[in-house]
């Protein structure tokens, strides 16, 4: 491998175990800048090795989602993470606790990154949050973790001081004033809420501060949002910045796509994700694109039928978009 010019390497799930030492001392003499290491198990011994090899490596983009990683373990990391040419890091369902959220919350305005992606799920929010403000990082995610709450309130107060660009927080059972909270601080363009069941209640507190955020991508996927959610939703857009708007499985129904049909042409969409939806026709829909510049449209798993399927297909034509 070290006379290789491979440069991205996707190991996950392969059962390597024991031979993780072989790997770590192989990897400072290789060309390697991504290396995805996720699903597997690599005992005690493996990751140490691997993360001593790290600050000699040409490493720039790690994942080691769910290897087992607990808090010794990213406790060690951290201590190395300051040494390594790393921006983007994976480190998503692990149970590293308060003392590695700590312990990398300490490491993180030392470091070199730009983009980071720590799925933490842990009680460290406060060292968490003070460190965001000392650090350039870009990306967030903070997936999964439903007794959070605590820790949504002191990252909302956080925020406002950062550089994040882009905050994952799919999963984390969020309450309405949440989702408000969290738009009105967020400096970010990226917001991920999928998977949270924000109902219409929550929806209409988040659509009361979508339009002063910068937020340009907005991902809903997931949630309880009926045809009155996406009513309230909608009519918020032409007054927001966002592009990109990513609504999958949510009963929204043809009532709740036609909602779109208004606003759509006074909008800056231009990708729509209605995948899921219970959509049915969506004859409202498809005459309101004729009037937009979308750029791409799912819709799939919808049972549109022929008939919306051939003005999808003409309307795509002639406005030159994706479906």
């Known amino acids: ?9 996707d190991l996950s799930s392969n059962c390597i175990g024991s031979n993780a030492m072989a790997l770590a001392k192989a990897l400072p003499s290789t ?3 991504q290396l995805a290491l996720s699903g597997d198990s690599f005992g005690s011994e493996g990751k140490e090795a691997l993360i001593k090899a790290l600050p000699s490596s040409k490493i720039q983009q790690l994942r080691l989602s769910g290897i087992d990683l607990s808090a010794d373990g990213a406790e060690a990391f951290a201590e190395g993470l300051p040494r390594t040419k790393i921006h983007k890091l994976d480190l998503s369902f692990n149970c590293i606790g308060s003392r590695g959220a700590e312990a990398l919350a300490e ?8 983009k980071s992606c720590n799925s933490i799920a842990s009680d460290g929010a406060d060292a968490l949050a003070a460190a965001l403000r000392s650090t350039r990082i870009q990306r967030l995610d903070l997936c999964n973790d439903p007794k959070g709450k605590k820790r949504i309130e002191q990252l909302a107060a956080a925020l406002s001081g950062t550089k994040i660009q882009e905050l994952g927080l799919s999963g984390n059972n969020l309450e309405p004033s949440d989702a408000e ?12 809420l999928s998977d949270n069941y924000i109902d219409s209640e929550g929806i209409e507190s988040l659509a009361a501060v979508l339009p002063s955020p910068k ?8 949630n309880f949002i009926e045809s009155e959610g996406i009513e309230t939703l909608t009519a918020a857009l032409p007054s927001t910045k966002i592009q990109m708007l990513k609504l999958p499985d949510n009963t929204i129904g043809s009532e709740g796509a036609e909602a779109f049909a208004k606003p759509l042409p006074r909008s800056k ?6 995948l899921f939806i219970g959509l049915g026709s969506a004859n409202a829909l498809t005459k309101a694109l004729s009037g937009h510049e979308m750029q791409k449209l799912d819709l799939f798993a919808n049972l549109v039928g022929s008939e919306v399927a051939e003005s999808l297909a003409k309307y795509s034509s002639d406005a030159g978009f994706n479906c």
């Open 1 to 9: 491998m070290p006379s290789a010019k491979i440069q991205k390497l």
């Open 31 to 33: 060309k390697i800048e």
């Open 107 to 114: 490491a993180l305005p030392s470091t070199k990154n730009e």
């Open 181 to 192: 909270a969290l738009a009105e601080a967020l400096p970010s363009t990226i917001l991920d």
């Open 215 to 222: 937020i340009q991508m907005l991902n809903l996927s997931g």
């Open 269 to 274: 969409l231009q990708h729509l994700s209605l």
